[in-house]
């Protein structure tokens, strides 16, 4: 591709990251969409976007020959519907995290990327966090030996931030906010081969699911693991995420300027811990932007495709429907 890249962003809460991160690609801001004009206004302003390329309707965007690539930020019961008309129109999606809420939308965001010759990519924005960039770096350099354990949590108070929609029971906060943890750890050490979770309900009386869950799996390779998620804890925002290996161990957050090492040193002991500094940055949309746009622009496999994303949405519908049955549930990956 000589051109240079031309993208339209919709939704202009979290979708002014995709923004900030096409700009710092170097790519042309073509549409901006939002339905709310005063928050089209606003990031149209902030941007400095002309006016004559604002939308209020992204129908009108579909035909526009002059848009490559499409940033979806809108809320999750809606990426489906959006996703798919702009994969049929031709148009590279990166979507937003979680793929979709229903085991019925996953297949069809699947069904529609795979039919189309654009790319698709889902915005599960830990496979570019600095500290679990590094801690995935370690693992496959085998530093920490072979790994038997790996758990990570998503503990962030979502007390203030339940809008509408993300009070909808199908938006569970397994789904919603632990995707991430999940898929991190899916990133880190592969698929879950079966899960059991429990449940609790103390927090947040506003929506109707739990509000914290623990789930443990197995993974393959004899790898046991857990993810803790409760959005209505009283701290910080936090993924603490702790890999144990054979040989070492990592703990880290995306959230913590400093991760921590362990290795085997005399007598087969660990190691005192070593700090390894690390940049704090979990919304990391820059890194995120440039890794989909040199895959289209070289014609290359996008790694956080729609089966990525539909895998992770997976697993967390397993743990609810665990955490509900009270039995352990085998995700089923045939999508
Ligand atoms: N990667 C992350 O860590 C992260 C963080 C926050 C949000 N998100 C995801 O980003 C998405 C948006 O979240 P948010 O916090 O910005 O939500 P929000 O409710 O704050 O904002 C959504 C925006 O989309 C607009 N919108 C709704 N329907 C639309 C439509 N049909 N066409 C155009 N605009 C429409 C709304 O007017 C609003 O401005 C969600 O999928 C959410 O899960 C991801």
């Not at 490559?68 to 049929?88: C, G, N, R, W, Y």
């Not at 830990?126 to 758990?151: H, M, N, Q, W």
């Not at 592969?190 to 699911?209: F, N, Q, R, S």
């Amino acid at each position: 591709m000589d051109k240079k890249l031309v993208a339209a962003n919709i939704g202009m809460q979290f979708g002014r990251a995709h923004i900030e991160g096409a700009l710092s690609f170097g790519a042309e801001i073509g549409a901006i969409c939002d339905l709310d004009e005063q928050s089209l206004q606003y990031a149209g302003e902030k941007y400095n976007i002309p006016e004559d390329k604002w939308f209020t309707d992204y129908h009108d965007l579909l035909n526009n020959p002059d848009i490559d690539i499409v940033t979806v930020a809108i809320p999750d019961q809606l990426h489906k519907k959006v996703s798919v008309d702009f994969l049929k129109a031709g148009k590279h999606v990166l979507c937003e995290k979680p793929l979709a809420l229903t085991r019925e939308d996953i297949c069809d965001i699947v069904k529609a990327a795979e039919e189309s010759d654009a790319k698709f990519m889902v915005g599960q924005i830990c496979r570019f966090t600095p500290a679990f960039v590094k801690a995935k770096e370690l693992i496959d350099s085998g530093v920490i030996g072979e790994v038997y354990f790996a758990e990570s949590e998503y503990a962030h108070d979502y007390m203030h931030i339940l809008k509408d929609w993300r009070s909808d029971p199908l938006r569970h906060g397994v789904i919603g906010g632990g995707c991430h943890a999940v898929d991190l750890l899916r990133w880190l050490v592969g698929d879950p081969t079966e899960v059991m979770a429990y449940g609790t309900h103390k927090l947040l009386p506003a929506v109707a699911y739990d509000d914290a869950t623990i789930a443990i799996m197995k993974f393959p390779n004899d790898i046991i693991g857990k993810v803790f998620v409760s959005t209505g804890c009283k701290r910080d925002y936090t993924m603490r995420t702790v890999i144990y290996g054979t040989k070492g161990t990592i703990i880290c957050d995306n959230t913590s300027p400093v991760m921590k090492l362990y290795e085997i040193g005399e007598n087969e002991m660990a190691t005192e811990a070593q700090d390894i500094p690390v940049e704090v940055n979990n919304h990391n949309a820059a890194a995120e932007f440039t890794v989909f746009a040199e895959n289209i622009i070289n014609n290359t496999p996008v790694l956080a495709n729609a089966l990525e994303g539909a895998k992770t949405v997976e697993v967390c519908l397993s743990i609810v429907e665990s955490a509900k049955t009270g039995k352990p549930v085998q995700p089923d990956y045939n999508f």
